[in-house]
């Protein structure tokens, strides 16, 4: 459905897994949208497909533009030439791993990078932002699934980003109460567009359940390595909410929504999630399901600082944002498989 007035929508990081597929998501609905991305963990392939998928008319309202957050007159040379009525914020560094090992990266791109944006929406006079936060932020929470309302606590430099950032967003609408700014944690996002066109595409070995499965069940990497058999829970491994990307995608079209009705939604968080628990050895036979591959396991201990059990509560998006996800892990496996199968190296032609 489209809106009635044409609104502008600046997305950082849009070139990114979840800022493509939002981006689809708001050109269909009506939305005009601006691209920043410097192509860090990204390729503009990835663009190029969504212009693809959205057809020439859709086309013509999106426009990409190299930049780099830390660089705060990328930023505004876009905010100088047009007028945006939001800012969806995904440009970030996300790897964990990474981000022990480097923590000043992390806390230069991630922490730099938003407070130039913040300074510079300031100055043009666009106060209403949808965040990317994180489930990182409730650690390893004492009992599930995690309430918005719970103690926030990061495990990590990545996970302190989020919730530095966090706090930094309840800051500044707590000084100067015109901002509206939406604090999305978001579960565990897996699948791909239905057309199975975009989809995510990690640069190097993965980090993340999902495009690891992927990587096997195309023949990329021999097996897959189970972290943690002798959790205590229903098979031993670890229990995640898995949350397809397109449901998330509309969850940022549904914040968006909230943001332009509700002067007084202040700094609000909200989880994204389905609410349900999956584990891992659930995850590969689902996929194993959809794709008709064998995905060959090994038993590893656990992976330092991962959490057991972690799952949303959804009741607040749906109750406020109205917003739930629709598709479950059999659609999430049946998505991640249409694209890795359509798309054996991502993006690349081949390696
Ligand atoms: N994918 C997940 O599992 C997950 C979970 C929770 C939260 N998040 C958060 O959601 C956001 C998007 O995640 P994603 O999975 O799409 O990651 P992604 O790496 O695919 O996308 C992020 C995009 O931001 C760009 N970028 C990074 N730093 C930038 C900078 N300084 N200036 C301009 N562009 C920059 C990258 O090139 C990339 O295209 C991130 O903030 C991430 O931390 C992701
Ligand atoms: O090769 C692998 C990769 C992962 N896992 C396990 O799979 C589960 C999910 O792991 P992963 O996909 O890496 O997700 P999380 O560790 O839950 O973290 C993701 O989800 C968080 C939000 O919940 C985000 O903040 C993080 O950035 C993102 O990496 C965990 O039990 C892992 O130990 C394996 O067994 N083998």
New binding site residues.
């Given amino acids: 459905m489209g809106s009635s007035v044409e609104q502008n929508i600046l997305v950082?990081?849009?070139?990114?897994?979840?800022?493509?597929h939002t981006v689809v998501q708001l050109l269909k609905d009506g939305f005009k949208v601006s691209i920043?991305?410097?192509?860090?963990?990204?390729v503009i392939e990835?663009v190029d497909r969504v212009r693809e998928l959205v057809g020439p008319d859709l086309s013509k309202k999106l426009d990409f533009n190299l930049?780099?957050?830390?660089n705060k007159g990328?930023i505004e040379k876009l905010f100088s030439k047009q007028r945006f009525d939001a800012v969806i914020?995904?440009?970030?560094?996300?790897a964990v791993g990474e981000s022990v090992g480097n923590p000043r990266r992390y806390f230069d791109?991630?922490l730099?990078?938003t407070i130039n944006l913040y300074e510079t929406m300031a100055k043009y006079n666009c106060k209403t932002m949808v965040f990317?936060?994180?489930?990182?932020v409730y650690g390893q929470p004492e009992t599930i699934p995690c309430m918005e309302d719970f103690e926030l606590k990061a495990m990590n430099p990545?996970g302190r980003?989020?919730l530095f950032l966090e706090e930094i967003a309840r800051d500044i609408q707590r000084a100067e109460p015109e901002w509206r700014i939406v604090l999305l944690?978001?579960?565990?996002?897996?699948g791909a567009h239905e057309s199975g066109s975009i989809g995510?595409?990690?640069k190097g070995i993965p980090n993340?359940l999902m495009p690891y499965i992927q990587q096997v069940a195309v023949g990329r990497l021999p097996e897959l390595n189970v972290y943690g058999h002798d959790y205590p829970t229903k098979d031993g491994s670890a229990v995640r909410d898995y949350i397809h990307v397109m449901d998330l995608a509309d969850g940022h079209i549904a914040a968006l929504r909230k943001l332009f009705a509700d002067p007084k939604i202040g700094c609000t968080a909200y989880n994204l999630g389905t609410g349900q628990g999956t584990s891992v050895l659930e995850m590969v036979a689902a996929f194993e399901k959809a794709s008709g591959k064998k995905i060959p396991i090994k038993l590893c201990p656990r992976r330092s600082g991962d959490a057991t059990a972690v799952y949303a509560s959804t009741e607040k998006a749906e109750k406020e944002l109205g917003w739930k996800a629709k598709y479950g892990v059999d659609e999430m496996c049946r998505d991640q498989w249409n694209w890795a199968n359509n798309n054996p190296w991502g993006y690349q032609k081949k390696l």
């Fill in positions: 950082t990081g849009g070139a990114g897994f979840i800022g493509t920043i991305d410097n192509l860090d963990n990204s990835a930049g780099d957050l830390r990328d914020h995904f440009a970030g560094l996300k791109n991630n730099v990078g990317s936060s994180s489930a990182t990545y980003t989020k944690r978001y579960f565990n996002p897996v995510e595409d990690p993340n």
